[in-house]
């Protein structure tokens, strides 16, 4: 599972960079301030639970208790950042995107509830015993 985790996070760590540089270097003379900003908040809270993910995968003590928070900030980050992405990238791709909308809150809930899963498995996940 760590070593699953440590890949994964990566994955998404370089994912996170590359889209960022996309979109201060290319993006922003092609979208609106407002798709650019929201492209840019997918970006940030990817790179956020990136790391929180790649911490998580160092630290555990216990693979049970870091299993479902793992696959909910996988969840997360896929519906949050993702849906942002292609949400905001409507106007360039010309692809409509607009059944992705619920998709962006449902991803929040999914992080929302995996620092609350942390919070309540705290002990499990980081003491010895």
Known sequence: MKNKLL?????FGALSVALGAL?????????????LDAFDKGVRYQMYHTLLLFALAVSYKSEKAVKPIAYLLI???????FSIYLLS???????????L???????????IS?????GFKAKELFNDK
Do not use: N, Y
């Open 7 to 11: 890949l994964i996070s990566s994955l």
């Open 23 to 35: 979109a201060a270097h290319k993006l922003r003379g092609m979208l609106e301030i407002g798709s």
């Open 75 to 81: 969840a997360g980050i896929c519906c949050f950042s």
């Open 89 to 99: 990238t409507q106007s360039i791709t010309g692809i409509k995107f607009s059944f």
């Open 101 to 111: 909308g619920p998709i962006t809150p449902i991803g929040g809930l999914l992080l």
């Open 114 to 118: 995996a620092w609350l899963m942390i």
